[in-house]
């Protein structure tokens, strides 16, 4: 297993990506929100939040999964990052847990391909150097303990998010 096969970041449209599951970085409610959930759930139709409604929503560093509906992603997987409160209320751990429980519950149903937004780093104010740390250490380190997935993506929204998760990557020689 080579993780530079299998991890990769790219600049795009996280609802655009042709992939078994796209994450949703979404609020403790599931129930919608702005930025990436937003456009999660105007690309997938009102099908998926009726069934969001359903779940009754989700703990912050947890996840659960709904499908995709109109989306080219089969599955979502919704997830709640951490709100930065200055880095001592335990947000590096829930975005850890956020990333974590996300691959461990796309392995669950036999998803080999999914793709991340930058959880947290938006509406959530999580320093972006911090979270690609964090981000790609989550994902390297699961793999490296053995794992189905075959694809995984961090789909960056802008050049700035990318020059970090890239680099995050490339310091480890994983860049493809
Ligand atoms: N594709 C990929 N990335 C995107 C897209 C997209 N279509 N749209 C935005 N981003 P945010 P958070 C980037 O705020 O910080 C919501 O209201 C964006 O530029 O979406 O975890 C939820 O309901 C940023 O880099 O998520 C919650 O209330 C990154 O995605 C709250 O925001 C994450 O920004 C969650 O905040």
């Not at 999964?65 to 751990?93: C, D, F, R, S």
Request: overall charge negative; glycine content about 10%; aromatic content about 8%.
């Amino acid at each position: 297993m080579n993780i530079s096969d299998i991890l990769s970041v790219t600049i795009g449209d996280i609802v655009e990506q042709e992939v078994d599951a796209i994450v949703n970085a979404a609020n403790n409610s599931l129930l919608g929100g702005g930025g990436v959930d937003g456009a999660i759930h105007f690309a997938a139709g009102p099908q998926l939040l009726e069934e969001c409604r359903t779940l009754g929503g989700c703990p912050t560093g947890e996840a659960r999964i709904t499908k995709g509906y109109m989306l080219p992603a089969k599955w979502v997987i919704h997830t709640v990052g951490p709100i930065w409160k200055g880095g001592n209320h335990g947000e590096e751990q829930l975005l850890t847990a956020a990333y974590k429980s996300s691959l461990i519950l796309a392995e669950e149903y036999d998803i080999k391909s999914i793709a991340f937004p930058g959880i947290s780093i938006g509406a959530y104010g999580f320093p972006v150097e911090r979270a690609a740390v964090l981000a790609v250490n989550t994902i390297v380190e699961y793999l490296m303990a053995g794992s189905e997935l075959e694809d995984i993506r961090l789909i960056c929204f802008n050049k700035n998010a990318y020059a970090f998760y890239s680099d995050e990557v490339r310091k480890r020689n994983l860049l493809r």
